[in-house]
């Protein structure tokens, strides 16, 4: 069935250093694409998607390109602040099965000051 | 407008006990999801509603039984729990098929069974 990988977590980056979590998938056809975040104590929360190949989803100074070629969807930010502390979650919307969005196993970003 | 509330926050149970954790939303989404996040993994989908008197089986519904009997509640009910069921549970909900609309989910219950 369709999946999501993300890269492995623990991240710790210092403030104002540039951010990227790896995200790859298997799908049949071309899902959406989605990154989810978690603030901690909180619930998930959308941060942004792309509908299709070659779509860039951005928000909150966070950009994700929708890549077919290589089947990934990889978060960037340029500069983090310690608000951005939280998990991050890859997901796609499968065309098939008994679930609307298949998640990966989140990414956990520390950012300190 | 305060979207997606869940009760418990958190709690404690004894294997084989039975309790309901409840969930509403006030947006008016025909659509209702419940999910569990086991540690260091992604959500799997439990069951889900299209609306009320309206549900349906997600990935691991085992253990698990819901009910839809209005638009703004949808509570999952644990009827003999057991040490796999400890997670950390969320509620969703959305407008339309999550995928197409956005999901909004709620703060979580963390559940320990003992």
């Known amino acids: 069935g369709d999946s999501v990988t993300q890269m492995e977590g623990p991240v710790t980056l210092s403030e104002e250093a540039f951010l990227t979590i790896n995200c790859t998938y298997t799908?049949?056809?071309?899902?959406?694409l989605f990154w989810y975040v978690q603030y901690p104590g909180e619930g998930l929360q959308l941060l942004l998607k792309?509908?299709?190949?070659?779509d860039k989803g951005s928000n909150k100074g966070f950009e994700a390109t929708y890549r077919k070629e290589t089947t990934s969807f990889h978060l960037e930010k340029g500069s983090v602040q310690v608000s951005d502390s939280a998990v991050y979650f890859c997901?796609?919307?499968?065309?098939?099965?008994?679930?609307?969005?298949?998640f990966g196993k989140g990414t956990r970003l520390s950012v300190i000051a | 407008n305060a979207g997606v509330t869940q009760t418990p926050k958190f709690r404690i149970l004894k294997i084989g006990q039975s309790m309901t954790l409840q969930c509403t939303q006030d947006m008016n989404h025909n659509y209702m999801y419940w999910y569990r996040q086991d540690p260091g993994m992604g959500l799997k989908l439990i069951y889900y509603s299209v609306g009320a008197g309206i549900t349906d089986k997600g990935e691991v519904p085992n253990g698990y039984n819901v009910s839809r009997s209005t638009t703004e509640d949808f509570p999952l009910r644990l009827e003999l729990a057991a040490p796999s069921q400890t997670s950390v549970y969320f509620c969703?909900?959305?407008?339309?098929?999550?995928?197409?609309?956005?999901?909004?989910f709620g703060p979580g219950t963390r559940l320990l069974v003992l």
């Open positions: 799908a049949t056809g071309y899902p959406s």
């Open positions: 969703a909900s959305s407008p339309g098929l999550a995928g197409v609309e956005t999901q909004y």
């Open positions: 792309a509908t299709k190949a070659d």
């Open positions: 997901a796609l919307n499968p065309l098939t099965g008994n679930t609307p969005l298949v």
